[in-house]
């Protein structure tokens, strides 16, 4: 059973940063792809970031230029730097991994950005 802990949420104001980390208790690199979705109240839940085990990036319209992904094989870690936060990045964020068909979920980090 894959176990992902996110950790790094809080509180942030308009323009502020923010960090996530994604621990799993295994390789990263057994996973196809990790990454980031959230959920915003009242919203479907939505990508946020992907890294592919070859180290493509994907992002959302939404974060391009603000958010970074990153990993940390050593550490089987991945983040996500948030910058230039906006109130609409308030979310409950996921992190992902994928292997195959099979998709594992962490518990989810609250991201609150308000003034």
Same mark, same amino acid.
């Given at each position: 059973?894959?176990?992902?802990?996110?950790?790094?949420?809080?509180?942030?104001?308009?323009?502020?940063?923010?960090?996530?980390?994604? %621990? %799993? %208790?295994?390789?990263?690199?057994?996973?196809?792809?990790?990454?980031?979705?959230?959920?915003?109240?009242?919203?479907?839940?939505?990508?946020?970031? !992907?890294?592919?085990?070859?180290?493509?990036?994907?992002?959302?319209? %939404?974060?391009?230029?603000?958010?970074?992904?990153?990993?940390?094989? !050593?550490?089987?870690?991945?983040?996500?730097?948030?910058?230039? !936060?906006?109130?609409?990045?308030?979310?409950?964020?996921?992190?992902?991994?994928?292997?195959?068909?099979?998709?594992?979920?962490?518990?989810? /980090? !609250?991201?609150?950005?308000? /003034?």
């Amino acid at each position: 059973q894959v176990q992902l802990v996110e950790s790094g949420g809080g509180l942030a104001q308009p323009g502020g940063s923010l960090r996530l980390s994604c %621990s %799993s %208790s295994e390789n990263i690199f057994f996973f196809n792809e990790m990454g980031w979705f959230r959920r915003a109240p009242g919203k479907e839940r939505e990508l946020v970031a !992907l890294i592919n085990v070859g180290g493509k990036t994907t992002y959302a319209d %939404s974060v391009k230029g603000r958010f970074t992904i990153s990993r940390d094989g !050593l550490k089987k870690t991945v983040h996500l730097q948030m910058n230039n !936060l906006k109130p609409e990045d308030t979310a409950v964020y996921f992190c992902h991994a994928r292997i195959a068909s099979r998709t594992n979920w962490g518990q989810g /980090a !609250l991201v609150t950005v308000s /003034a």
